[in-house]
């Protein structure tokens, strides 16, 4: 039997809660779906579009249990895919976030740069340019 997802998040647990919900939500512009508050900590879903989405989780009151103390954040990265690249850039750029990459062709078929969040995660921001492999990733048309 094939596991059949229904949806794909990133999970980011990060002590500095306010200011990475402020910059996906205020900087790059995407939704919170949902917020929670419930003496556990902080968290939000930050929705990336239909089935994905980002969770992130903030310290309880008095810190993490000694248990997530290991826990290796900047193992995670993120990709967020555009139709244009270069204006995503130029918008972040304007904003004062800072580039963590320049933005580059890529061998693979895709432009990208990479940013990262107040927590230390990469971001990568691509466009897809090569349209074989946007139709195998159901995104677009095969080119010719």
């Known amino acids: 039997m094939t596991l059949h997802a229904l949806e794909s998040r990133a999970i980011l647990v990060v002590e500095n809660y306010a200011e990475v919900r402020r910059f996906y939500e205020t900087l790059l512009g995407l939704p919170v779906a949902l917020e929670w508050g419930n003496g556990e900590g902080p968290g939000c879903i930050i929705s990336l579009g239909p089935g994905r989405s980002v969770e992130i989780i903030g310290p309880p ?18 990709g967020v895919g555009v139709a244009d690249a270069a204006a995503a850039l ?28 107040p927590a230390g995660v990469r971001v990568w921001v691509y466009e897809i340019t090569d349209s074989n492999y946007a139709a195998r990733l159901g995104i677009g048309p095969a080119g010719p």
Do not use: Y
Request: hydrophobic share 40%; charged share 35%.
């Open 90 to 117: 130029a918008r972040l750029a304007a904003l004062g976030v800072p580039v963590a990459r320049e933005l580059r062709d890529n061998p693979w078929g895709d432009r990208s740069f990479g940013i990262d969040d």
């Open 61 to 78: 009151p008095g810190g993490f249990p000694e248990d997530w103390k290991d826990f290796d954040r900047r193992a995670v990265m993120l």
